[in-house]
C-alpha cells in the first residue's frame, strides 16, 4: 500500500478518499485554492499545500502545481477524485513520468474511451451493443446529413472530444441539420479545443441505467446496476440501486441485469480497464439496451453501491493501483436492499435553477438507520460561484424501494441549510411524486413534471418565468433523454460537511 497520497481534488470527494486512506494507514495531502483556505478536507488531511487563485484553471487544474506540490510533499500517488482532472489521459501520464501512480485507469485507456468515435468502434466490435450512428466522424454538414439520411431522423449530433451534453444537438429533419452542424461544431470546439462531430440515432424516451465496474488483474467484477434516469439538463438528480427498471435483487429481471453486467464486463476488458468506473448504457421502450460510455473514474453516485453491497470503492481503488489483491469481500459481495441518492444543491428551483451563493448560517444534517450525507460543508461555510453548485448527496438505505423512499423522504425533511438557497424543496417534492414512486422514470421524467416538481412560494410572475424555462426544456426532452450522463461535473465541489456519515 501506498506511503502517502496526494488528492487532486477538493470538497467531499477529497474528504471521501481521506477518510478511507486512512483507515488503510495512508497519509494524506491535501491542496487547496485561496477560496477553499478553511474548507473541512483541508484541515482534516496530514498536511495541505495551497495550489493557486479560486478559478479551478489556476488551481484545482494546474497540473504543473498539483506534481510540483505531490513531489515536494514526498507523496507516491495521486487520487484525482471526480471530475477535474480525473479522466485526462495526459494528466495521467505526467503523474507516472513523475514517478508517482494515478489512482485510476492508465493513461492508455483513458485516451481509448475519452474520444467517443474510437470507443463505439472498440465497443461494437467487442460485442457490446451500440446506438446506430456514423461510422467515425463527420466532416462536413454534407456528410452528417448522408449519415443522418441512412439512420434515420431524428438524429443527435454530438462531439467526439467528450460529453456534458456540451454541442450535442437533437435536429429532427434535413434543413434543421443543416443549421445545427455549424454551432454544434463551435460549441464543440471551445469545450473540447475539436470541432470534430459524429451522428447518432435518436432513441426517444429512455431510461438511464450504469453498472459499477471494478477492473482487476484477476479480471472485472461487476457490482450490479444503478438507474439515473431522472435528470434536469443532463445533470442527475437522483440515482440507485438497484435500477427500478430491472427491480430487487432475488425478484427482479434478472435477464437485463445480466446483460447490463456481461456488456459492461466486455465494454471493460475491450480497453483494458482497471481501477474503478462505470459503463453506461440507455434502456429503450423496446427493453434493449444501447452503450453510452465509460465513464472512467469514481462516480458521484457511488455511495448507492456502497450501501447495497457494503464495500468500499475507495479501499478498492488504492488496493488495485497498488497493485495488491482485493479481499475476498469485493468478489463475493452479494447486494442486498435498496439505495437511493438525491443531490443537493445551491440552486434555487423556483426560478429556473439559478446558481445560489451565500454563507451557511446554521445546518442541521438529517441521521438515523440507513441515511448517509456526503458533504463539506459546516455552518460558516462560504459557497461561492467558483465551483460546482453542489453541496452533498443525501443517501438512504431501505430493505425494499418503499422503505428507501420512507428514508429518504423523512431525511430531506429533517435537512436544514440556512444562509443559502438550496433545491431541497424540489428533491421533497420529487422522492414523494406518484409516478416517481411508482419507478415510471425516463431522462425527461423532471421536463414532463415541472408544474409539480417546480410548484412552490414563488409569486405568479416567478412561476411563469419558471414554466416558461421549463417548457422549453420539455420540449427538448428528448435531447434531455438523449444520453444522459454524469453531465454535473463533481470534481469542483465545494459543499460538504466534515463528516462522513453513515449510520444503520
Known amino acids: 500500500m501506498f506511503r502517502k497520497l496526494l488528492i487532486a481534488n477538493r470538497g467531499e470527494i477529497a474528504l471521501r478518499v481521506i477518510r ?15 477560496a477553499d483556505l478553511d474548507s473541512p478536507h483541508v484541515w482534516l488531511a496530514d498536511e495541505a499545500h495551497p495550489v493557486g487563485p479560486a478559478p479551478a484553471a489556476q488551481s484545482y487544474l494546474n497540473a504543473e502545481t498539483l506534481l510540483r506540490v505531490a513531489r515536494a510533499s514526498g507523496a507516491d500517488a495521486v487520487h484525482p477524485g471526480y471530475g477535474f482532472l480525473a479522466e485526462d489521459a495526459g494528466f495521467a501520464r505526467a503523474v507516472g513520468e513523475a514517478g508517482l ?13 475519452g474520444e467517443k468515435t474510437s470507443a463505439r468502434r472498440r465497443m461494437a466490435a467487442a460485442g457490446v451493443p451500440i446506438v446506430p450512428g456514423s461510422e467515425g466522424v463527420v466532416e462536413t454538414a454534407g456528410a452528417a446529413l448522408a449519415a443522418a439520411r441512412d439512420i434515420g431522423f431524428p438524429v443527435l449530433l454530438k462531439p467526439a472530444g467528450g460529453g456534458g451534453g456540451k454541442g450535442m444537438r437533437l435536429v429532427g429533419g434535413p434543413a434543421e441539420l443543416e443549421r445545427e452542424f455549424a454551432a454544434a461544431a463551435r460549441e464543440a470546439e471551445r469545450a473540447f479545443a475539436t470541432p470534430a462531430l459524429y451522428v447518432e440515432r435518436h432513441l426517444g424516451r429512455v431510461r438511464h441505467l450504469e453498472v459499477q465496474i471494478l477492473g482487476t488483474d484477476e479480471g472485472v467484477i461487476a457490482l450490479g446496476e444503478r438507474e439515473c434516469s431522472v435528470q434536469r439538463r443532463h445533470q442527475k438528480l437522483a440515482e440507485e440501486s438497484p435500477a427500478p427498471a430491472v427491480g430487487a435483487w432475488t425478484e427482479g429481471r434478472s435477464g ?3 446483460a447490463l453486467a456481461s456488456a459492461a464486463t466486455r465494454a471493460a476488458e475491450a480497453v483494458g480497464y482497471r481501477n474503478a468506473g462505470t459503463v453506461e448504457f440507455l434502456l429503450d421502450a423496446e427493453g434493449e439496451i444501447h452503450f453510452i460510455e465509460v465513464n472512467a473514474r469514481l462516480q458521484v453516485e457511488h455511495p448507492v453501491t456502497e450501501l447495497v453491497t457494503g464495500l468500499d470503492l475507495v479501499e478498492a481503488q488504492l488496493r488495485i493501483a497498488a497493485g495488491e489483491l482485493l479481499p475476498a469481500a469485493f468478489r463475493a459481495a452479494r447486494p442486498a436492499g435498496w439505495a437511493i441518492e438525491v443531490r443537493v444543491c445551491a440552486e434555487d428551483a423556483e426560478r429556473g435553477f439559478l446558481p445560489a451563493v451565500g454563507a451557511v448560517r446554521a ?5 438515523g438507520p440507513g441515511v448517509r450525507w456526503d458533504g463539506a460543508i459546516e455552518e460558516g461555510t462560504a459557497v461561492t460561484p467558483h465551483y460546482d453548485s453542489l453541496l452533498g448527496k443525501l ?3 431501505g430493505p425494499d424501494r418503499p422503505a428507501a423512499l420512507a428514508r429518504l423522504g423523512a431525511a430531506l425533511d429533517e435537512l436544514r441549510i440556512d444562509g443559502v ?17 411508482a419507478g415510471d422514470l425516463h431522462t425527461g421524467f423532471a421536463a414532463e413534471h415541472v408544474a409539480d416538481l417546480a410548484a412552490g412560494s414563488a409569486t405568479d410572475p416567478e412561476r411563469l418565468a419558471v414554466a416558461v ?5 420539455r420540449r427538448s426532452a428528448a435531447e434531455a433523454s438523449l444520453n444522459g450522463r454524469d453531465f454535473g461535473r463533481p470534481s469542483a465541489w465545494r459543499s460538504e460537511r466534515p463528516d462522513f456519515v453513515w449510520l444503520g
Not at 501512480?101 to 474511451?113: C, M, Q
Not at 445546518?363 to 441521521?367: D, T
Not at 438557497?421 to 414512486?437: C, D, G, I, K, Q
Request: glycine share 4%; proline share 7%.
Open 20 to 34: 478511507t486512506a486512512r483507515a488503510l494507514g495512508v497519509r494524506t495531502v491535501a491542496v487547496y485554492s485561496e
Open 101 to 113: 501512480v494515478f489512482v485510476g485507469p492508465s493513461p492508455e485507456t483513458l485516451a481509448a474511451v
Open 256 to 258: 437485463l441485469r445480466e
Open 363 to 367: 445546518l442541521r444534517l438529517p441521521a
Open 395 to 397: 443517501c438512504a438505505w
Open 421 to 437: 438557497t438550496t433545491n431541497a424543496a424540489f428533491l421533497r417534492r420529487l422522492v414523494r411524486h406518484p409516478r416517481f414512486t
Open 469 to 473: 424555462a421549463w417548457e422549453s426544456e
